[in-house]
């Protein structure tokens, strides 16, 4: 038995370099178009997530006030983008012995995300049934979990409502109801929904 040998042809199964540059020019065309949809998407979930984390802290400070008998608030800090929950530290801390900053305990700093502010963005109307656009930087809940004025009187707060906002003007705004309820509403279309 005699073996043939018979000679192949040596072929490449690679990739010829014009397949390879039209393969890289698809995926930087695409990469293109992805990519500020991509930033859009996650500063839009930033807001978001912010958003719920400051109306999480308001609830949190009313549940504090219910619970312990005595006043909390949440102050925020336009200037440094911090929000944080205070409870009073005074005995038997009623609505009018809990009247100044120093009657009250930090119970920590919280940071907004890189790229979300308190502010307005493009809202131009009030949230939440507010008279006037006006940023609320204090809200306090006494012992109830009523929300109420500043000035020790005990009067229910109807006005407070805190907006955060983005860069490119999307806005959201937590407000908090007669009752105490905290409600999240996000500016659409130059009106505000309920989230």
Known sequence: MQKSFTKRAHTSSGFTIIELVVAVAVILVLSVIAIPNAMAMLRAYRLAADTRAVAHELSLARLRAETEFTNAQLVIDPATNTYSLQVCNV???KADTCTTAGDYDNEGTQFLSQGISFGFGGATVPAAGQAALQQTVQTRFN?????????????VNPN??????DAQGNAYAVGV???GHVRVYQYVQGAWSLR
């Open 160 to 165: 407070d409502v805190i907006y955060l906002a």
């Open 177 to 179: 109801t007669v009752g």
């Open 143 to 155: 012992s109830r979990g009523i929300p109420v004025l500043l000035d020790g009187s005990g009067n």
């Open 91 to 93: 005995v038997g801390g």
